[in-house]
């Protein structure tokens, strides 16, 4: 079985994908304590069903054996999985530290037998963070603002990427980053495109790119360390507008070429992605290209993964939310504000719902992969202002009319306009700097909106689609759009699983991207 070396992993998006295909992941590396612990379970819960103990499995997902209760009944087990989720941040861990713990929990491996997947932490390129933190009036005003955002740690995180390529040579590997990162610019004054340029420069030959990285060639003549100076050849994993024959298969001409419409291959959010694969050039030269993700026959939408779920109410901040008064004071914040005198709210009574999956005759295969247990839990739901849930209600019940988010112009004039302070009132219009859509409610017949970790903050731009309810999406309603699977559970509080399930890569286009890979591999091996 393939092993994976799975980087930035954060809870497990693209591990979780590769581990349906077929993919042993070997060890998964994440700076963040809580990210760790998602991972710690994950992996045990999976390596109990692979031992047939699918009862303690069961009972670990559904909280009723705690992990110190599995630790001691399943020592060996526990142990093993612990030494595959490293604690450790990347460019700050020693680094001989960090290859000694990955040869230690992966154990001797071929090289052709290995991938790298991961994708370093995208903050620094994306396009909205640098409309925040760079912007003309920003850079004008306050120039040492601007050079703090491109000396950023986090633009240069991909050279440790880097490292482990040149040092364990995979014969593939998977990068993903944000769309933005196809714009970023290394500085102020430097072209847009500039940063994409140097990454794909130095992905092709990771171990001539750290030539000038004097710890890193320090540190890998100390291990007895001989790193590769093979070279690997970048394919998209769509098939591009244009592209050049080489080699006898279909490589980019293009950075755009990398970017995947997550929307197009199944997963009901439009979340646009670069993507980068590599194949180590010996292995090319055997075998050539790999295959292309093959685009769904329709979208996958809103109404597909989460139409069957129960309805909700959300908690009230800084009221009196017991269920049976919500109706109450929710039905006269909307009269006050929206001027509906009767607004029809859901009859539901819950903050939160454990609930059975229907048996489903759907042959949609991103549906098949989210759908994997019969018993959903984490079904729960935020609190929210009374006043901004009467912001929901008039959002949702545009969309209802309109099939579509209401723009800041599109909002009456008066108490109901969201109360932002680059928010103007031009005669009866309401008219914003920036960003237009303070307020985004999803739509049932199309994918969502991009999932991002700002939903940990808010729910203002993942507002639920069904008026009645007057809420923004639940915890499992965004790990369904995420398409993690129902049996997937998160660590800690609400805000960081909100965290976990934004920052991640979409589990069932990783799931797609593995079975492409492993195909290949087995090819290879075969």
């Keep these: 079985m393939p092993v994976c070396i799975d980087l ?6 693209l591990g ?7 993919f042993e992941i070997g060890v998964s590396i994440e700076k963040e304590t809580t990210e760790c612990k998602t991972l710690l379970s994950r992996k045990i819960f999976h390596r109990l069903k692979e031992l047939g103990q699918v009862l303690d499995a069961e009972n670990l997902r559904e909280g009723k054996t705690p992990l110190d209760v599995i630790k001691d009944s399943y020592p060996d087990v526990y142990n093993d999985c612990k030494k595959r989720v490293l604690n450790l941040e990347l460019g700050q861990a020693n680094f001989k530290e960090v290859i000694n713990s990955i040869e230690w929990a992966i154990g001797p491996q071929s090289s052709e037998n290995l991938v790298v997947i991961g994708g370093p932490p995208c903050q620094a390129y994306s396009i909205v963070g640098r409309a925040r933190q760079v912007s003309k009036k920003i850079s004008a005003s306050s120039p040492k603002v601007v050079d703090k955002f491109y000396s950023d740690s986090r633009h240069t995180l991909y050279r440790e990427y880097l490292k482990i390529l040149a040092v364990f040579r995979p014969a593939m590997f998977v990068m993903e980053n944000v769309k933005g990162i196809l714009t970023a610019r290394k500085g102020s004054a430097q072209p847009t495109g500039g940063v994409i340029q140097d990454i794909l420069t130095d992905l092709i030959n990771p171990y001539q790119s750290l030539q000038l990285d004097k710890d890193f060639l320090r540190d890998s003549g100390q291990l007895g360390l001989k790193p590769s100076m093979e070279d690997y050849i970048l394919v998209p994993l769509t098939r591009p507008a ?14 755009k070429d990398f970017l995947i419409r997550c929307e197009d291959f199944g997963v009901p959010q439009a979340r646009h992605r670069v993507m980068i694969c590599g194949v180590r050039r010996d292995l090319w030269n055997r075998l050539s290209s790999i295959s292309h993700l093959k685009p769904c026959s329709r979208h996958t939408t809103l109404s597909d993964m989460l139409k069957s779920m129960p309805e909700l109410i959300s908690r009230l901040t800084n009221e009196d ?7 109450g004071f929710v039905s006269e914040e909307i009269s006050t504000l929206t001027g509906d005198k009767e607004p029809h709210l859901t009859s539901s009574k819950s903050y939160e719902a454990n609930f059975t999956n229907a048996t489903e005759t759907d042959s949609n295969p991103c549906k098949t992969f989210v759908f994997d247990t ?16 009467a912001r929901y209600y008039y959002c949702s019940k545009f969309a209802v009319t309109h099939s579509r988010n209401p723009k800041i112009d599109d909002w009456p004039v008066g108490d109901l306009l969201p109360k932002h302070a680059d928010i103007r009132i031009e005669g009866n219009r309401a008219r914003a700097d920036g960003f237009s859509d303070r307020f985004k409610v999803q739509v049932w017949d199309k994918p969502a909106n991009t999932i991002t ?14 008026p ?9 309603e965004a790990a369904r759009i995420q398409t993690f699977p129902d049996s997937y559970r998160f660590e800690g509080g609400i805000s960081r699983q909100f965290h976990q399930i934004g920052n991640a890569v979409p589990p069932f286009l990783a799931f797609q991207i593995g079975k492409l890979l492993r195909g290949y591999l087995d090819e290879l091996n075969g």
Aim: glycine content about 12%.
């Design 468 to 476: 009645s309810q007057c809420r923004s999406l639940s915890l499992r």
């Design 453 to 466: 970790s700002h939903i940990a903050k808010d729910g203002h731009y993942y507002i639920h689609p069904d």
């Design 8 to 13: 930035f992993a954060g809870p497990g998006g």
């Design 16 to 22: 979780e994908g590769f581990y349906q295909a077929g």
């Design 374 to 389: 019969p018993k959903v839990f984490d079904h729960k739901t935020r609190s929210h202002m009374k006043s901004d849930l």
């Design 321 to 327: 939310d017991s269920p049976e008064k919500w109706a």
């Design 242 to 255: 244009f592209g050049e024959n080489l080699l006898g298969g279909l490589v980019a001409r293009a950075p």
